[in-house]
């Protein structure tokens, strides 16, 4: 499935999921591997090498105005309008990490919870929030637009997405309680979570 990028980021160019690409740091050029479109679609996850990663790679989302085909030019994108800032969000919680899960004594609680990538774990990125609530959920971007919705279930401390977008991205659910009872943490996929704090 190829997937095209809106504008204005990247008007005309189409990466398929595998395709080798490049993005940019602004200090040069790095080689990755074109994964899929945040949710949102204002970003590319992309896949790049890393030794230090247990699977040797890391995922990390990398904005479409920085992305080019894998030994091209930057893609030529018509002329941006600045966009407008969103109103003021309050400042997002301190958090560490991803641990190793552990068993768990207890079921996610019904909330809000804040869904974070690490691709770097000193600079999580965070991709929106996931609402739960009686069986049901509802994903949202960062600037609060509903992107899906649908049901899930828990049982031997694992969350499974029955049905809608998140069952559609494949993401996982480990589940665990940590900081004494405080965070609720379901782990998403390798490198991304979703994270109640109290």
Known sequence: MAIALAAPAIAQDTYQ?????????????????????TPDGTQAIV??????????????AVSLNRLRRAGGQPATAPA??????PAAQAPMPA??????LAQTSGAPRSGDYNVY???????????????LSGG??????NGDQLLGQGQYGFAAGTVTWRTGLLKGYGWGGAFKIDGGGREHVIRLN????AMNSR
Request: net charge positive; proline share 10%; aromatic share 14%.
């Open 17 to 37: 999921p595998g395709q080798a690409i490049q993005y940019s740091d602004g200090s040069g050029w790095t080689d990755a591997e074109f994964l899929r479109l």
């Open 47 to 60: 896949r790049e090498k890393n030794a230090f990663s247990t699977d040797g790679f890391f995922q990390r």
């Open 80 to 85: 941006a309008q600045a966009a407008p800032r």
């Open 95 to 100: 958090v560490r990490p991803p641990t190793p």
């Open 117 to 131: 990538s690490y691709g770097r774990p000193s600079n999580p990125i965070r991709l929106g929030r996931i609402n």
């Open 136 to 141: 049901q959920y509802r994903f949202y971007n």
């Open 190 to 193: 390798q490198v991304t979570v």
